[in-house]
């Protein structure tokens, strides 16, 4: 990880490539790297820890120039963040390569190298590949054969970009588990990780397969399967979109999504008609037949799996099952016949939940159903069904409209789950009239956001919290939880509230602030008391609670009054409250809210 931008053309790249990687800055890294091949077929390499700016920096006081070239942002999976294990990686003078994913038998071929007199310089696994490929290229081999030569012996997943300064011409790439597109330009061809990053030079896009590998010169390219095999993939011509990348009056990104989520949802939702089309032309036939539900997903769309298992089981009254992806493929499990696997990422190329899904692929599975923000990624096209957010791009690490967004469609799929299996239509009624509400409610808390916001001095000195939620709200406050700590790096765990007095409670003091989602709904009277026994134990609670539940500030209790909206919409509601007092808490702790450390934004290897 975690981006790649390269390119060839008839005129120079440098700034192509620069902003290229400025695009990708929003995915999270902790080093830059640049390496051209000029006129004269010099190599030249820049490359630094720390932000891109330290690159354009580097290029303004020593310029390089070429027409020809590859880019890298790196997040650190082998070795420390420095300039020395940042990409490019050379071997031998010649030839440079930038690599996304993770080679798992690195330290193997670094051994069988290293014997071969090979002198490292770096303390990654991605160095072994450029010195494979060094050592393939005897007199008279093309550098796509070297590349090819080399392929078979890695084991992992990757995404390469290669040139040579011999072969000034020609720019070489290969696909396994880690996503890589074309950028098709007029007589220029550009790679990158993400059609993101050169949405400036084209609007016209080949999305890679696995085993794919290519060479691509100024005016054209050719595609090879892993069997060397000349293949042909489509072309998609993106719509054009708002330019994400501007904050407007914003002073962080993470503030802008939040402020987006009343028109998002509104997007997303369209005229909330509960249409099976919505999801696939062939999707009323396999919701028909869809005994069970299957949710897999990653971190915080694992969270909105957690809340639609609530909806399909009481409302679709199907059975919902709801795995952490990057641990579902790694145990025995069984399937219930008449299975929908339902995948849930918002960039589409998560690289756990897209090899759940893969491995979720047996004759009790009807169907396998991808929610996702981002059209044609891997999880899309391995997918029977498709339902795409309109999120619009989430530059912010820490996800908020893709989460909102993401509950959205999953209440229309409780829908027409539902109506499938001829429910009743006052279930279709309320899920319509809370669809059309979801926009208004959110609105409605962010207008309380300088109240919200004004709890935050009350985590600034603290190390650790406790969220607390019941029934659907546990899953709410297990998201609460994961956004404080990405951004505030401020310990926080998450708890169905009943389970306090089982072990938890002996956390509670006056330094552990204790956060609680207090909806006006039948498990309030239960929550009171659990709250209760944080009062008596001299913790400071924090309590979103609805307008009509009865809670009032007093010692040791800060209320924030929410507005009343109905039991549907609730979920998505309590979600922007508690995202708005993370951003804040982090703002007064002076943390990188869009860029938190250690984090990317794609999470593209296992």
Not at 308 to 333: G, L, M, N, T
Not at 338 to 345: E, K, P, R
Not at 484 to 513: F, N, Q, R, T, W
Request: proline fraction near 4%; charged fraction near 20%; aromatic fraction near 6%.
């Amino acid at each position: 990880m975690c981006g790649i931008v390269a390119g060839i053309a008839k005129r120079e790249i440098s700034e192509i490539l620069l902003e290229g990687l400025r695009r990708l800055e929003y995915r999270g890294y902790d080093s830059a790297g640049m390496a051209l091949i000029d006129n004269e077929a010099n190599l030249q390499l820049h490359k630094y820890s720390g932000k891109v700016a330290n690159l354009e920096n580097a290029q303004r006081l020593d310029p390089m120039q070429g027409c020809i070239g590859i880019a890298h942002t790196r997040w650190a999976t082998h070795g420390e963040p420095s300039a020395v294990n940042a990409h490019p990686h050379v071997a031998s003078g010649r030839v440079a390569l930038v690599h996304n994913g993770i080679i798992e038998n690195y330290q193997q071929l670094r051994g069988q190298l290293e014997q071969q007199g090979v002198v490292f310089v770096s303390a990654t696994d991605t160095e072994v590949i450029v010195h494979l490929i060094d050592r393939a290229l005897t007199p008279g081999t093309l550098l796509i054969d070297a590349l090819r030569q080399v392929l078979p012996l890695l084991e992992g997943a990757y995404a390469l970009a290669v040139i040579h300064k011999d072969h000034p011409n020609e720019l070489v790439f290969a696909r396994k588990g880690s996503p890589l597109v074309i950028g098709v330009g007029i007589g220029e061809t550009f790679v990158g990780s993400d059609t993101l990053a050169l949405r400036s030079v084209t609007d016209t896009f080949v999305y890679l397969e696995d085993g794919d590998v290519g060479v691509a010169t100024a005016g054209q390219y050719t595609l090879y399967d892993a069997d060397g095999h000349g293949i042909v993939r489509n072309q998609a011509r993106l719509e054009a979109h708002e330019d994400a990348t501007g904050l407007g009056d914003y002073e962080h990104y993470m503030l802008k999504e939040i402020h987006e989520q009343p028109h998002r949802l509104r997007d997303t939702v369209g005229p909330a008609q509960l249409d099976p089309g919505l999801f696939g032309a062939t999707a009323a036939d396999v919701f028909a037949r869809t005994q069970s539900v299957l949710i897999l997903a990653c971190g915080t769309s694992y969270h909105a799996g957690l809340v639609a298992r609530h909806w399909i089981e009481s409302i679709a009254k199907k059975p919902c099952q709801v795995e952490v992806a990057s641990e579902f493929r790694y145990r025995d499990s069984v399937r219930l016949p008449g299975t929908l696997v339902v995948c849930i990422s918002q960039s589409g190329e998560t690289a756990d939940t897209l090899a759940a899904l893969n491995h979720a692929n047996d004759s009790a599975v009807v169907a396998r159903l991808a929610i996702c923000n981002v059209d044609h990624s891997a999880i899309v096209r391995a997918s029977d069904l498709v339902f795409l957010t309109r999120a619009g791009a989430e530059i912010g690490v820490a996800s908020t409209k893709a989460f909102t967004t993401q509950l959205a469609a999953l209440m229309m799929l409780t829908g027409c789950l539902a109506q499938a299996s001829d429910d009743t239509a006052t279930a279709s009624d309320q899920l319509t009239a809370a669809l059309r509400e979801l926009p208004v409610a959110v609105a409605a808390v962010l207008a309380q956001e300088k109240a919200i916001s004004q709890l935050a001095t009350g985590f600034i000195q603290k190390h650790h919290s406790l969220f607390l939620g019941r029934g659907i709200y546990h899953p709410i406050a297990m998201e609460g939880a994961l956004k404080l700590k990405e951004i505030s790096y401020i310990h926080a765990e998450a708890y169905p509230a009943g389970e306090l007095k089982h072990g938890p409670l002996a956390l509670v003091d006056a330094d552990m602030p204790v956060v609680a989602v207090a909806p006006n709904d039948e498990l309030l009277d239960k929550l009171r008391s659990n709250l209760e026994e944080v009062r008596a134990r001299g913790g400071e609670l924090f309590v979103f609670a609805d307008k009509a539940a009865g809670f009032s500030d007093g010692d040791g209790i800060h209320v924030l009054p929410m507005p009343h909206c109905s039991e549907l919409a609730g979920p998505v509601a309590y979600t922007v409250a508690l995202q708005i007092l993370s951003y804040y808490v982090a703002v007064a702790k002076g943390t990188d809210v869009d860029k938190p450390r250690n984090l990317a934004k794609s999470v593209t290897v296992e």
